[in-house]
């Protein structure tokens, strides 16, 4: 079972109904913590609006169903940063330094609006037959992947449709 740790409340939409939610592990703040030591990382400090414990990119597939408290969500891609990573913490080498760590967080889109408490049970509704992960979205984006695992990715339905798109681009311009 995994729990929310931290942060509840409404939940913003971070760029339309794909990015709807932000879910960062709490696990990977041990890493930030090694990598920027004199930095203050609250929960919340990556810009998640959950801070989750016990999933991971790895083992989260795109279109994989989650419970929260009253709410359900859908996993539709990892996170990617723009500038504002870098000027939130203040270096021109965050953005680079986030998408290298391959410890990206997860979006979801909100298939049942509900509340959510800190401390509510994530629990699996359901797993996508496509076994595409979070981590395999990343590793396609930086172009670490064959086009095979590319054309199993964009056959997902709950994928975000800007990346299907840009998926679709790279099997066109390297077949």
Known sequence: MWYLIARNGVVPLHGGAEKAVYAYPAEHYTYWRQELPDEELPWGAFGENLTI??????????GDRFRIGTAELLVTQPR???????LKFGRDDMVKRFLNS?????????????????G?????????????????????YV?????????????????ADSLKTYFQQQIESHP
């Open 143 to 159: 172009r670490e992947a064959d086009n095979a695992l590319v054309r199993r990715a964009i056959q997902v339905p709950a994928l």
């Open 80 to 86: 990617f940063p723009c500038f504002k990573l870098n």
């Open 53 to 62: 414990e016990g999933l991971s990119e790895t083992a989260v597939n795109i």
């Open 102 to 118: 391959r410890l990206n967080g997860i979006y979801f889109s909100v298939v049942q609006e509900g509340e959510v408490g800190s």
């Open 120 to 140: 509510d049970a994530i629990e699996l509704v359901s797993r996508d037959a496509n076994k595409v992960t979070v981590a395999d979205i990343v590793k396609i």
